[in-house]
Protein backbone atom coordinates (compact mmCIF):
# COMPACT_ATOMS: atom_id res chain seq x y z
CA UNK A 1 0.00 0.00 0.00
CA UNK A 2 1.55 3.43 -1.07
CA UNK A 3 1.55 5.43 2.00
CA UNK A 4 3.33 9.12 2.63
CA UNK A 5 2.97 10.46 5.77
CA UNK A 6 3.69 14.17 7.05
CA UNK A 7 5.06 15.30 10.36
CA UNK A 8 7.13 17.96 11.74
CA UNK A 9 4.38 20.87 11.77
CA UNK A 10 3.32 23.35 14.09
CA UNK A 11 3.49 26.60 15.88
CA UNK A 12 6.21 28.75 15.64
CA UNK A 13 7.64 32.53 15.65
CA UNK A 14 8.18 34.57 12.61
CA UNK A 15 11.60 33.98 12.05
CA UNK A 16 11.96 30.70 13.51
CA UNK A 17 12.28 26.94 11.49
CA UNK A 18 10.48 23.98 11.17
CA UNK A 19 11.62 21.22 9.37
CA UNK A 20 8.74 18.87 7.69
CA UNK A 21 9.17 15.13 7.23
CA UNK A 22 7.37 13.24 4.61
CA UNK A 23 8.19 9.30 4.97
CA UNK A 24 6.64 6.90 2.19
CA UNK A 25 6.33 3.26 2.59
CA UNK A 26 5.05 0.76 -0.14
CA UNK A 27 7.36 2.01 -2.49
CA UNK A 28 11.04 3.22 -3.09
CA UNK A 29 11.06 7.25 -3.28
CA UNK A 30 14.08 7.66 -4.79
CA UNK A 31 12.49 6.81 -8.11
CA UNK A 32 10.06 9.51 -7.66
CA UNK A 33 9.57 13.10 -7.88
CA UNK A 34 7.99 14.96 -4.45
CA UNK A 35 6.54 17.88 -4.01
CA UNK A 36 5.58 20.25 -1.61
CA UNK A 37 1.94 21.96 -1.88
CA UNK A 38 0.55 23.82 0.86
CA UNK A 39 -3.14 25.34 1.36
CA UNK A 40 -3.84 27.95 3.12
CA UNK A 41 -7.46 29.42 4.54
CA UNK A 42 -9.70 30.70 2.32
CA UNK A 43 -6.39 30.61 -0.85
CA UNK A 44 -6.15 27.42 -3.38
CA UNK A 45 -3.78 24.89 -2.98
CA UNK A 46 -0.34 26.25 -4.45
CA UNK A 47 2.94 24.27 -5.40
CA UNK A 48 5.59 25.30 -3.18
CA UNK A 49 8.88 23.33 -4.51
CA UNK A 50 9.39 19.81 -5.36
CA UNK A 51 12.61 17.39 -6.18
CA UNK A 52 12.93 15.63 -8.70
CA UNK A 53 14.08 11.76 -9.43
CA UNK A 54 18.38 12.23 -9.74
CA UNK A 55 17.59 16.67 -10.24
CA UNK A 56 17.59 20.01 -8.73
CA UNK A 57 14.87 21.25 -6.29
CA UNK A 58 12.62 23.45 -8.64
CA UNK A 59 10.86 25.94 -7.11
CA UNK A 60 6.97 26.86 -7.63
CA UNK A 61 6.53 29.82 -5.12
CA UNK A 62 8.67 32.71 -5.19
CA UNK A 63 8.00 34.14 -1.83
CA UNK A 64 9.57 30.96 -0.42
CA UNK A 65 13.18 30.98 -2.61
CA UNK A 66 16.43 31.59 -0.01
CA UNK A 67 14.79 30.21 2.50
CA UNK A 68 12.70 26.50 1.84
CA UNK A 69 15.01 24.13 1.05
CA UNK A 70 14.16 20.37 -0.01
CA UNK A 71 16.27 17.19 0.83
CA UNK A 72 16.01 13.46 0.34
CA UNK A 73 17.44 10.40 2.32
CA UNK A 74 16.39 7.78 0.25
CA UNK A 75 18.08 5.08 3.17
CA UNK A 76 15.18 6.25 5.04
CA UNK A 77 12.80 6.74 2.53
CA UNK A 78 11.71 10.47 3.79
CA UNK A 79 11.71 13.86 1.92
CA UNK A 80 12.81 16.84 4.11
CA UNK A 81 11.17 20.39 3.89
CA UNK A 82 13.35 23.01 5.91
CA UNK A 83 11.89 25.80 6.53
CA UNK A 84 13.59 29.40 7.54
CA UNK A 85 13.11 32.27 8.20
CA UNK A 86 9.32 31.77 8.39
CA UNK A 87 6.87 34.23 7.94
CA UNK A 88 2.99 34.51 9.14
CA UNK A 89 2.12 34.31 5.25
CA UNK A 90 3.56 30.99 5.81
CA UNK A 91 0.63 29.54 7.63
CA UNK A 92 -0.87 26.80 5.81
CA UNK A 93 -1.24 22.87 5.85
CA UNK A 94 1.64 21.40 4.18
CA UNK A 95 1.28 18.42 1.88
CA UNK A 96 3.86 16.07 0.06
CA UNK A 97 3.02 14.42 -2.83
CA UNK A 98 4.61 11.94 -5.10
CA UNK A 99 4.83 11.18 -8.85
CA UNK A 100 6.66 9.25 -11.55
CA UNK A 101 10.46 10.93 -11.80
CA UNK A 102 9.47 14.29 -12.84
CA UNK A 103 8.75 17.52 -11.00
CA UNK A 104 5.83 19.18 -11.48
CA UNK A 105 3.96 22.41 -9.99
CA UNK A 106 0.27 20.97 -10.99
CA UNK A 107 -1.05 18.88 -7.93
CA UNK A 108 -3.46 17.12 -10.41
CA UNK A 109 0.00 15.69 -11.89
CA UNK A 110 0.70 13.50 -8.26
CA UNK A 111 -1.34 10.73 -7.79
CA UNK A 112 -0.24 9.80 -4.10
CA UNK A 113 -0.38 12.47 -1.20
CA UNK A 114 -0.04 12.59 2.51
CA UNK A 115 -2.29 13.75 5.42
CA UNK A 116 -1.22 16.82 5.45
CA UNK A 117 0.68 18.90 8.52
CA UNK A 118 -0.16 22.45 9.89
CA UNK A 119 2.03 24.91 9.87
CA UNK A 120 1.38 28.31 12.39
CA UNK A 121 3.27 31.09 12.21
CA UNK A 122 2.64 33.71 14.57
CA UNK A 123 4.14 35.44 17.65
Known amino acids: QVQLVESGGGLVQPGGSLRLSCAASGFDLGYYAIGWFRQAPGKEREGVLCKGRSRPSTYYADSVKGRFTISRDNAKNTVYLQMNSLKPEDTAVYYC????????????????WGQGTQVTVSS
Open 97 to 112: AARWAYCSGRGTDFGS
